[in-house]
């Protein structure tokens, strides 16, 4: 085994120059979460890469957002198989590039979705070269790349093709952005985002103000309503983030908007949550007003289960075995695709790609050594899965 390793240390190293430059390529192709055309060009350069390593990929549409890229390799191997997931979108808006192009500075790699998450994307395909080079034919390896994750594939079924796909895997690596302190994920918060548009009357604040219905005030009896719903204990958070009502000082408002976000860390506070929320905005706490519920962007909680702590002190063991350093265990209030992948029963660890910070600013960097060490761990990891605990 550590022969295997050393000829897929060496190999990687051998490839270096080559796999900065498909980094920089893949990052200087711009995919704004909101540009399908954009996801769709890099998904279309990534179905080429994958595909000559023998993956069978598919570009699977799911509009109106960008598509998921999904793939296999050892479609016939007798074992379930070891999925490799991500999202191929960024929160950068499309000429962003031109400001900021990949580079690397004193280690780190800079430019839009450097970090999050076409670093893991990289990580992904040369774990798969080097897995090749060696001859690895235990079990198939599948890709599942979502084209819309960073608006939580609002409006479109990635999430459900997603859990589809991988429903048949021994265990998942979830690409995310790596912790710079080398731990590793193992559950997040999921999120509701969610508006309620208040419609009551205006009228004079002074000559007429028995006729005004007062939107705003109908929205101070909702969030201290809305306020109830938090549960720190069970994980359950909801914030009332922005309040927009009222023109001038003197006019009773006739509308009232409030955008909230909740998280939890168990699915089932999210029904829970949904029921309470409807609730409280069919109510009318001052006679005459209306409140509409707009839902814009919802993703399920990535639980803490007993195989993926199993599957994350596998990991931890074959880090610190083959000198890929110790690996402490997170829970992230951000959410992922990991929780589509634990709720069809696969365990999945997340936060699986580059080391960095600065997600979703103009900071946002890469350390690139880890980029590397990254892909030397999942492959040593997939080599000896079979040792684990999920033989």
Not at 148 to 159: K, L, P, T
Not at 203 to 214: I, L, R, Y
Not at 286 to 305: D, K, Q
Not at 322 to 332: A, P, Q, R, Y
């Amino acid at each position: 085994m550590e022969n295997l390793l050393k000829d897929i240390n060496n190999f990687i190293y051998s490839q270096k120059d080559e796999i900065l430059s498909f980094w920089e390529e893949l990052v200087n192709i711009e995919s704004f979460t909101k540009d399908p055309e954009g996801v769709e060009n890099v998904a279309k350069f990534l179905k080429e890469a994958f595909a000559k390593e023998g993956m069978k990929c598919e570009i699977v549409p799911t509009s109106p957002n960008g598509p998921t890229l999904t793939g296999i390799i050892g479609e016939n191997r007798n074992k379930k198989p070891i999925v490799f997931s991500g999202h191929m979108d960024t929160v950068f808006k499309t000429g962003t590039i031109n400001e900021r192009p990949f580079k690397i500075v004193d280690g780190k790699a800079y430019g839009p979705g450097v970090l999050d998450m076409k670093a893991g994307i990289v990580i992904a395909l040369y774990a798969i070269k080097a897995l090749n080079h060696i001859g690895y034919n235990d079990r198939p390896i599948k890709i599942a790349f979502c084209g819309d994750e960073e608006q939580g594939h609002f409006m479109s079924d990635a999430g459900n093709v997603l859990s589809e796909y991988v429903k048949d895997a021994l265990c998942c690596f979830n690409m995310e952005t790596g912790l710079v302190d080398n731990s590793i994920c193992i559950g997040r918060k999921g999120r509701i985002g969610c508006d309620m548009e208040i419609i009551g009357a205006s009228s004079h604040a002074g000559n007429d103000f028995a006729s005004g219905v007062n939107a705003v005030e109908e929205a101070a009896f909702k969030i201290l309503e809305l306020r109830k719903l938090t549960d720190i204990e069970n994980g359950t958070t909801c914030a009332t983030t922005v309040v927009n009502g009222g023109k001038i000082v003197n006019s009773i408002p006739n509308k009232c908007k409030l955008s909230l976000d909740l998280r939890f860390e168990k699915v089932s506070e999210v029904y829970k949550i949904k029921d309470q929320i409807k609730n409280i905005a069919s109510k009318s706490y001052i006679e005459g007003t209306t409140t509409s519920l707009i839902l814009n962007g919802e993703m399920m909680p990535y639980e803490t289960t007993d195989d993926v702590l199993k599957l994350y002190n596998f990991v931890k063991y074959i880090s610190n075995k083959f000198g890929f350093g110790d690996m402490e265990s997170k829970v992230l209030g951000g959410s992922s695709d990991a929780s589509y992948i634990t709720i069809v029963g696969v365990p999945t660890l997340c936060s699986c790609g580059v080391l960095g910070e600065w997600n979703h600013t103009e900071k946002e960097y890469a350390i690139v050594d880890t980029l590397f060490d990254r892909i030397n761990l999942w492959s040593a990891v997939i080599l000896n899965i079979d040792e684990g605990v999920f033989k």
